[in-house]
């Protein structure tokens, strides 16, 4: 078992000032796998000042410094990418093909778009260009405590780290305790980068205890968290005495909704996404809105999709999915499906982990049809891969189905009329749209509307997050 009680504060490795250990806990296995302790009071203090002290001068360097950190930091992430990945898999069950490609490799991706939206950021302009004596300046908000979920370990801590680091904010990072591991290999790639003490730090800790310290610590300047809803607002009101500025990026309820036009693959593409990560995505499509006309070939389609669907070991090779991250999770999971027997027309799994799996977190890919969105299981966010089917006749209704929720992530359309397409992106209240299947390709601000939190991460966005605006006068 792995030996990770250790935090890294002030550039180095340092034991925690009391002995709290926790066990990272294989969600394959159901066993220990590595202990870390959680920290406390001074932990989280010590770890603050080291940022506050660190501030001065790093939000004084260079870009131009700050960009070659930031490569250098690319370059060992790179080297360390096979570890990374099975750190991830390890701790919160991701299959090997999953933890290195996507897992892992988000890592990079979100780590080359910063590199990349940093380097054309202009950070002094003229207010406008008939009056050059006023002068915008954007500048680093300050110390930033960052508290990052277990289902997209390294998505959430480059989405944060980074573009915090590249303006030139200091940061205390929080993983989630239940899955720490790709964190401290993370830490030891920016340690390796050279970046200097104080400048980047990291301390393992629960909501409770290291979470709210850093809410409500009044040297911290900023709190981005992701995670649920519920935390997001016990974060928010904990930060309100300091007046800092809070970003979230919370829960979701994303509607996909499939018209009779939509491409023969859209049912089945909309089944494996809503799966994948076993169902561990804020941005999972998870209410499948099927126009009435086809809505009877949907179903079967998307029973027949679900039948294919795989679960199996995390190291094992294939597109599979893995167990969900806890004991915990997999015990809500299984009384939210009961909730959806009891509502609804069960057409795919069902309770109880899939047949010839008896240890492990394991969830059977479910779905269930018939629903209306009144229905618990269409409203509360399962976690696990769960999806519920509801007819709809008019784009109206189909509008108004997918609105009809207290999230505003991430919602999916699938048409082949582009004026249909683009009429119905602009009523849905969500940040994002995706359309016919298609992600972005390029670095692209992620997050929602009403409670799926607030503020927008990658690219210029995820930048603009952690930097201030200054408006200064009689500049010659």
Known sequence: MLDKRNFYIDGAWVAPAVENDFSVINPATEQPCAVISLGDQA????????????????????KEYRLQLLQALLAEYKNRAADMAAAISMEMGAPTDLATTAQAGCGIGHIKGFIEAFAEMEFEQPISAR????????????????????????????????????????????PSEIAPLSSIIFAEI???????????????????????????????????????????????KAAADTVKRVTLELGG????????????KAVKRGVIHCFGNSGQSCNAPSRMLVERSIYA???????????????????????????????????????????????SNLIAGGLGRPEGLEQGYYVQPTIFADVNNDMRIAREEVFGPVLTMIPFDTEEEAIAIANDTVYGLTNYLQTQDPEKAKR???RLRSG???????????????????????????GVWGLEDYLEIKHITDWK
């Not at 932990?43 to 260079?62: E, I, L, N, P, Y």
């Not at 679960?311 to 915990?328: A, C, D, L, Q």
């Not at 799926?452 to 991460?457: K, L, T, V």
């Open 43 to 62: 932990d989280t203090d010590a770890a603050v000042a080291a940022a506050r002290k660190a501030f001065d001068s790093w939000s004084q360097t260079s």
């Open 190 to 236: 920016v340690e390796a980068a050279g970046y200097p003490a104080g400048v980047f730090n990291m301390l393992n800790g629960d909501g409770v205890g290291v979470g709210t310290q850093l809410s409500s610590h009044p040297d911290v300047d900023m709190l981005s968290f992701t995670g649920s809803t519920r935390a997001g607002a016990l974060i928010t």
């Open 424 to 426: 119905v992106a602009r």
């Open 131 to 174: 009056n050059s004596s006023e002068q915008i300046i954007k500048e680093p908000i300050g110390v930033c405590g960052l508290i990052t979920p277990w289902n997209w370990p390294m998505n959430q801590v480059t989405l944060k780290v980074i573009p915090a680091l590249a303006v030139g904010c200091t940061v205390v990072l929080k």
């Open 253 to 264: 309820k994303g509607a996909n909704i499939i018209f009779a036009d939509a491409d023969d």
């Open 297 to 343: 070939a949907a179903v079967e389609t998307a029973k027949a999709a679900a039948a294919s669907v795989k679960v199996g070991s995390p190291t094992e090779n294939g597109r599979h999915i893995g167990p969900v991250i806890s004991e915990v999770q997999f015990d809500k999971i299984q009384g939210l499906i009961q909730v959806g027997i009891d509502e």
């Open 432 to 458: 994002m749209v995706r359309v016919n299947g298609i992600d972005s390709q390029q670095a692209a601000p992620f997050g929602g509307y009403k409670q799926s939190g607030n503020g927008r991460e990658g």
